[in-house]
């Protein structure tokens, strides 16, 4: 089975705090995303990468930033924490099927939920 | 943007009973998806139908995509408590979405014992 880890389920930082979200998985997916998960929202998809290196902004990159420095790991850096940040984190990936690759089936993590104070 | 609409935003039934939930999306697709997310945690993938598919099964789970309609319909018959959870329609399109994923708001059922 195909497992997706996020490393915090739960976090508490203070405005201005740089936060790290680690995201990893262990199948050997090309390409992984990050959500967030607010109610009334639904997911709305802040960057993802299809490669080592790649980064693609999604719909909502303002106040983030990530690195793919290696094929498992997907890391979302928030550089100066802001309450309105505070939201679920959720993490994903899929395999590389075609052109447009990032249209197949996602494995999503547990979800992190950051409250920033 | 948001592609997918589902409905209804929340539904109630008994153990046993069929539930049944919508989607609705814009523009036209390559496949759909339904997902489904317990309380606080992932969500879990539960199936893929394509745009030359017009039906689509897996166990309990009955999914139809008509195209015409921009519409698709996420079935569970004989359901459980366990199947308490959200459920989300998520849309794929190479050209209209950049090839990205969009998830609708999703469907909240309850499923009373």
């Known amino acids: 089975d195909v497992k997706v880890t996020q490393s915090s389920r739960y976090l508490v930082k203070r405005t201005g705090e740089k936060v790290f979200l680690e995201c990893v998985q262990d199948m050997d997916h090309e390409n992984m995303f990050w959500y967030r998960q607010d109610p009334g929202l639904g997911l709305r998809l802040i960057y993802f990468s299809y490669d080592v290196k790649m980064k693609e902004k999604g719909d909502i990159p303002e106040g983030y930033s990530v690195s793919r420095e290696k094929k498992e790991r997907f890391s979302l850096i928030l550089e100066s924490a802001s309450t309105n940040q505070t939201s679920m984190y959720l993490c994903?990936?899929?395999?590389?099927?075609?052109?447009?690759?990032?249209?197949?089936?996602?494995?999503f993590g547990e979800g992190s939920r950051l409250t920033v104070l | 943007s948001q592609q997918g609409e589902e409905d209804p935003q929340a539904l109630s039934i008994q153990e046993g009973e069929n539930a049944t939930m919508n989607c609705s999306y814009k523009?036209?697709?390559?496949?759909l998806q339904w997902y489904r997310q317990n309380s606080g945690r992932g969500l879990v993938h539960l199936i893929l139908?394509?745009?030359?598919?017009r039906e689509k099964h897996s166990g309990r789970l009955r999914v139809t995509l008509d195209t015409s309609k921009k519409s698709s319909s996420l079935l569970i018959t004989a359901s459980r408590a366990a199947d308490t959870a959200s459920y989300f329609c998520?849309?794929?399109?190479?050209?209209?979405?950049?090839?990205?994923?969009?998830f609708g708001q999703g469907t909240e059922l309850s499923v009373k014992p």
């Open positions: 523009t036209s697709i390559n496949n």
């Open positions: 994903a990936s899929s395999l590389l099927r075609q052109q447009f690759a990032n249209t197949g089936e996602l494995f």
């Open positions: 998520a849309t794929a399109s190479f050209y209209n979405q950049g090839g990205k994923l969009i």
């Open positions: 139908i394509r745009s030359n598919e």
